[in-house]
C-alpha cells in the first residue's frame, strides 16, 4: 500500500473562518432568534454538560424535569457544580403533566432555572413547551431547553417563547450531521451564567467560548472540523431550500398519518396526538407479544426499534425522523409493524392501516 494513494477524506481543507459566523446566524434563523448563538463542536450531550457546568454553583436553585435518561443526566451535572435542584420526574416514559409544573414552581419561589426536553425519541412523548414557558416567564425564570429531538420536526420559536437556552443538534429533523451543535443564550441566560463562581479554561465554559462573541465573531473558538462544518452547510442549505417551517410540516404529516395508521391496524397508541413527538411514533406491544421476536420477524429494512429507558421497554418506535418523514418511510414502517405482529399470530388489519396513509398523502 502507497502511502500517496489518493482517498478523498485525505487531506480536507480547511473550513472558511468566515463562513463559522454565517453557520452561527443560519441556525439563529431557524431557532428564529436574536440571541447569541454558540457553535459547540461535539455532539449535543456535550452541549448540554456544558449549559449545566456553566449554570451550576452553590445558590443556584433549579427545577430540572426529568422524561429521560437525559433529563436525570443534566439534573446530576447541575448538582456537581453545586447547585440545589428540585427533580420533578414524570411517569416513566410519560411527559410531565403542567400542573405538577405549575404545584413545583409554587412550592420553590426562588427558583432560577428551569430545564426540560422538549421531545423525547425515547418513549416518543412531547412535553407541554409553550405552556411551561408561559409559567416560568411570567415568574423570571432562566428556561433551558434540549430541543435536539424536537428542531425541525416541532415548531419551535425561540425568541417568542422566552426561551433563555436552546441547545440543539442538527442529525435528526434538520438531518445534518451528529458531530456538531449549537446553543442559543439569552441576556438573561448570560447574567446568570457570568456571575462569580463558574468554570473557567474548560471545554464545559460558555464564558470561555463567548470569547469569540467578544471579539466580534473573528477568532474562532478552537480550530474547526472541516469534515462537520462543510457537512453542516449542505445540511443548512437543504434546510433552508424546503423551508423549516415546511419541514414542521412534513414531520406532523408523517405523524399523524403514522398515527391513523396504528389506529387502523388496531395497535395501541402509547400517547395521543396532544402529547406525542412528530420524529418518532410508539405504540404498545400486544399483550403476550415478545419485542425481540417482534424485531426479529418484522421485515429489517424499515425503522422500527424498541423504546429505550424504563417505561419503554414494551414500546416499539416507528422512525420517521429527517428524510424519513415522508410517504414511502410511514407507508413501509406501517406495514413492517403489520407483517410482524401477523407473523407472531397477533391480528393487524394492514389493509385498513394502508388506506388511513392514504387519507392523509392523498394530495
Known sequence: MTLDRWHPLNDVPAFPAARYASVADRIGRILKTRNDVLLIQSEAVVAL??????????????VNIVTSLYGGWFGNWLRRGGADVVSLAAEPARPIELDAVEAALNAHPDVSVLALVHAESASGIRNPLEEIATL????GIVTVVDAVASVGGHALNVDELG?????????????????LSAISVSPAAWELISRQGG????????????????????????TTAPLEFFALEAALDRVEAEGVDQIVA???????????????????????????SNLVTTAGLPAGADMTALLAVAPRVMELSAGIGPGAERLVRLNHTGRRARFDSVLGNVIAFGMGLRRLGFKADIAAAVDAIALHYGD
Not at 416560568?136 to 415568574?139: D, G
Not at 441547545?167 to 435528526?172: A, D, S
Request: glycine share 10%; net charge positive.
Open 49 to 62: 454538560e456544558a449549559v449545566a457546568a456553566s449554570l451550576a454553583r452553590p445558590g443556584l436553585k433549579a
Open 136 to 139: 416560568a416567564r411570567a415568574r
Open 163 to 179: 426561551i433563555d437556552i436552546a441547545v440543539i443538534g442538527p442529525q435528526k429533523a434538520l438531518a445534518g450531521p451528529a458531530g
Open 199 to 222: 468554570p473557567r479554561d474548560s471545554i464545559l465554559s460558555l464564558i470561555d467560548q463567548r470569547a469569540w462573541l467578544d471579539t466580534g465573531r473573528g477568532v474562532l473558538p478552537g
Open 250 to 276: 412534513r414531520h406532523v404529516r408523517a405523524a399523524r398519518a403514522t398515527r391513523a395508521a396504528l389506529a387502523a391496524l388496531g395497535a395501541e397508541l402509547w400517547v395521543d396526538s396532544t402529547k406525542a
